[in-house]
């Protein structure tokens, strides 16, 4: 398979770059940086720290797409609707790290699967979608009358959104076990008088500082007990092997939009 990683001189493109070059079966075709990068025409393995690969950083691959079997997406919604769209015209696959899609782009994103095998995941760390999978089923077998759920999460301190995409996630798994709309039951508490807990409701609070990796935990708070469920993230190389195994796992895939639980539970 030969995958082009888009947002190349990033934290995450430099991961995507390494768990490529080190993983059996899938190569390098294109590291893609914005224009005006530093990085633009060096060799993409230096970028990444890690021996030359003889691929040199680029800002523009859409020549290049019919030689390209997929690409690895980190980086901000509007560069990843923008090659959403280029997968759907080439019928390639795209996986999907990026986080904060207002709705709009979001229907882009859906229109695209129509034709592209797109993997989109707030997160594509095997171990919190396992997470993600049991707070669900947590949440559908303990009721909002005996237990409130607060979501806290922790990154470092160039976060730009809140509450995190995983958190988010999180969320979306609760609404869907306790079978409510989640719209009308997050609450974030940030400050002033809030009045007292609605029942039912799902709490967050968002944490920001130093060089933290991620950590996300779910807290079903209870009369005179807590279940905690928590995951945390020691390095940010497990998002891209993650995304590495979803892109293994798309290539045999119709087109269609799916997500990191749909990897997970693979047979």
Not at 206 to 213: A, D, H, I, P
């Amino acid at each position: 398979m030969r995958f082009a990683v888009i947002g190349a001189s990033g934290k995450m493109g430099r991961e995507l770059i390494r768990a490529v070059a080190q993983t059996d079966g899938i190569e390098l075709a294109a590291a893609v940086d914005r224009q005006g990068s530093e990085w633009l025409g060096k060799d993409a393995g230096i970028l990444a720290g890690i021996e030359p690969l003889g691929i040199k950083v680029t800002s523009d691959i859409f020549d290049n797409l019919s030689e390209i079997d997929g690409i690895l997406d980190f980086t901000r919604p509007e560069v990843s609707v923008i090659y959403a769209d280029h997968a759907a015209r080439m019928h390639i696959v795209h996986i999907i790290g990026t986080t904060g899609f207002s709705e709009t782009d979001e229907k882009k994103i859906t229109t695209a699967a129509r034709q592209a095998t797109i993997v989109k995941s707030s997160n594509m760390s095997l171990a919190v979608n396992l997470l993600v999978d049991l707070t669900q089923k947590a949440a559908q077998i303990i009721g909002s009358e005996d237990f409130d759920i607060e979501i806290v999460e922790m990154h470092h301190r160039y976060k730009v959104d809140a509450p995190s995409g995983t958190a988010l996630l999180l969320a979306k798994a609760i609404a869907k076990g306790r079978t409510i709309d989640l719209a009308k039951k997050n609450v974030c508490r940030c400050n002033g008088y809030t009045g007292p807990r609605e029942e039912g409701s799902i709490g967050f609070a968002s944490l920001r500082g130093g060089t933290v990796v991620g950590e996300h935990s779910v807290i079903f708070a209870g009369k005179n007990e807590r279940i905690i469920l928590s995951h945390v993230a020691e390095d940010r190389s497990i998002f891209a092997y993650g995304a590495v195994k979803a892109a293994f796992w798309a290539q045999s895939k119709p087109p269609g939009l799916y997500s990191m639980l749909d990897v997970l539970t693979a047979d």
